[in-house]
């Protein structure tokens, strides 16, 4: 007999990691395109300030063989591949969230000020991840709308001596204002997500490549799931649908 355990959400977001790049290039329109087709419900990407301002897509911050720095680039010098956050939103229907990982700290107050001109509800489907719950405390002033999350570790929440680990930063999310945290799926467990949940914080999982991950990961609870394989996490998801309400104990 195996409990399964609620979501906070009604249905856990099914993010398209870099787009459906198992299909396709990553972090192209191509990808994302390709992602919303095969049913996910977010889409995931990283984003980098170009020299003029611009809010890329794309994961490390280089790009061609040279492994130039977008940094030090034009939009209008950037391949033709290479879209813009804006641009991302205005492609994909209305009911899809996005999650940002803040690659580039430079980077934010130019993405909330984009944000800004947005309705709240529309801020509200921007997911924007980093890996210093402390500097997400402080962009949390600058925009009360768009969702935080607290992109970390374990072993980052418990490296500080006397800290108090994740209950402890449980707590520091839930008194800043930070919506959520999101551990590799290996570190999540049924009591990391029950604690959370506690201080009503989303939990997301990354890294979930595999049937029997994406299947744990839902058994607990978890808000959110970041996939390469599109089609594969929609399986997933549909067939943790079927089986009925969250806190039935199932077979």
Request: aromatic share 8%; with cysteine; glycine share 8%.
């Amino acid at each position: 007999m195996t409990l399964r355990l609620p979501s906070k959400l009604e249905r856990p977001i099914a993010f398209a990691h870099r787009g459906a790049r198992a299909h396709a290039p990553e972090n192209t329109a191509e990808a994302f395109d390709l992602a919303v087709k095969l049913g996910a419900t977010g889409i995931e990407s990283d984003v980098w300030l170009s020299k003029d301002g611009a809010l890329i897509l794309n994961h490390d911050g280089h790009f061609g063989l040279r492994r130039k720095s977008i940094r030090n680039q034009l939009r209008n010098d950037l391949p033709k591949t290479m879209i813009t956050l804006p641009e991302l939103f205005d492609r994909v229907p209305s009911e899809i969230d996005l999650s940002i990982d803040i690659k580039d700290d430079d980077a934010m107050e130019p993405l909330l000020a984009w944000a800004s001109t947005l309705e709240p509800v529309h801020r509200g489907r921007l997911f924007l991840c980093h890996h210093d719950w402390r500097r997400l405390k402080e962009w949390r002033e600058l925009d009360p709308h768009v969702r935080l999350i607290d992109s970390t570790s374990v072993k980052a929440m418990n490296a500080v001596k006397g800290y108090g680990g994740p209950e402890r930063r449980a707590y520091d999310l839930a008194e800043a204002g930070i919506d959520g945290v999101n551990l590799r799926y290996d570190e999540w467990t049924g009591g990391m997500a029950t604690l959370f949940h506690r201080f009503d914080r989303l939990c997301f999982g990354w890294d979930a490549q595999h049937m029997r991950v994406l299947r744990e990961l839902l058994r607990i609870g978890i808000d959110g799931l970041y996939c390469d394989t599109v089609d594969l996490m929609m399986d997933a998801l549909a067939a943790h649908e079927d089986k009925g309400t969250p806190d039935e104990p199932t077979v």
